[in-house]
């Protein structure tokens, strides 16, 4: 294969790895996929990060009524995704027809629902499929983590965070068990105000979360343990914190 078609191929891949990893291609997309995947190790390994956030979800947390501050959490990531796609230009909020459909299929899933009743690893897989997951191009710059000593935490916890174009992952391996009726809950500290939401939460133990809010050089990324559902400031003290340059 020339490398123009490889890398025709690749971005193409991008667009699709959410639905795929879901289940929600036709046929002949998923076979264009497969095709790639057995040619391309960075898809495979963004592929086995998407399956871990999809695999939580089934077992993520039981229907309950969402919580009453769910809504203005919700709408202020929708306010700064907003903005980032009006600086990105007038096509940069047109999905290309293969991630609309994953979305689609996304909301119709059961266990999506069962799993954004208590806000769990959901926006993870939204932020990877809206904003496309896979690295084709740009500055990229990762970060180590500093994994605090408070209770529960293993000697064997790593985290570091990735940024591009003020979209971040965050990588954690060997997380803890999260305590009981309690989630991780990331978070975004700018200059001395108070952490905000960022609209991410998780259960896995290893895994690479994308995060949902934007983070801008200087601001912290924070994670600490919740109460399912998540919080609108933090309850416990940082177990993760990121400082990208």
């Known amino acids: 294969m020339s490398s123009h078609s490889f890398t025709r191929a690749h971005a ?3 667009e699709a790895l959410g639905a795929y990893a879901l289940g929600a291609l036709p046929d002949d ?3 264009r996929v497969q095709a790639h995947l057995r040619e391309c190790d960075r898809c495979q390994g963004d592929l086995a990060a998407l ?5 939580a979800l089934p077992s993520a947390a ?11 959490r919700v709408m202020s990531i929708v306010r700064a ?4 796609l009006q600086a990105a230009g007038e096509k940069a909020d047109r999905p290309s ?4 459909r994953g979305l689609g299929a996304l909301l119709s899933r059961p266990a999506f629902a069962a799993a954004a009743a208590g806000g769990l690893a959901v926006a993870a897989i939204v932020g990877f499929l809206v904003g496309g997951g896979v690295d084709t191009g740009g500055s990229v710059r990762t970060v180590q983590a500093h994994v605090t000593s408070v209770a529960g935490v293993v000697p064997g916890t790593t985290a570091a965070l990735r940024v591009k174009d003020h979209r971040a992952t965050l990588m954690v391996r060997d997380m803890p068990e999260p305590p009981a009726q309690r989630v991780y809950e990331v978070w975004v500290k700018h200059g001395r105000a108070a952490p905000v939401p960022a609209g991410t939460t998780f259960v ?3 895994g690479d979360i994308p995060i949902a809010h934007s983070v801008n050089p200087g601001d912290q990324v924070l994670v600490t343990a919740e109460p399912k559902g998540g919080s609108l400031t933090p309850t416990s003290s940082p177990m993760i914190v990121a400082r990208p340059a």
Not at 62 to 72: C, M, N, Y
Not at 81 to 84: D, K, V, W
Not at 97 to 100: I, K, V, Y
């Open 12 to 14: 193409e891949t991008a």
């Open 29 to 31: 997309e998923a076979e």
């Open 51 to 55: 399956r871990l956030a999809v695999d």
């Open 62 to 72: 039981p229907p309950v009524d969402a919580p009453a501050e769910l809504e203005p």
């Open 81 to 84: 995704e907003a903005e980032l």
């Open 97 to 100: 027809e293969s991630r609309r």
């Open 204 to 206: 896995v133990r290893s």
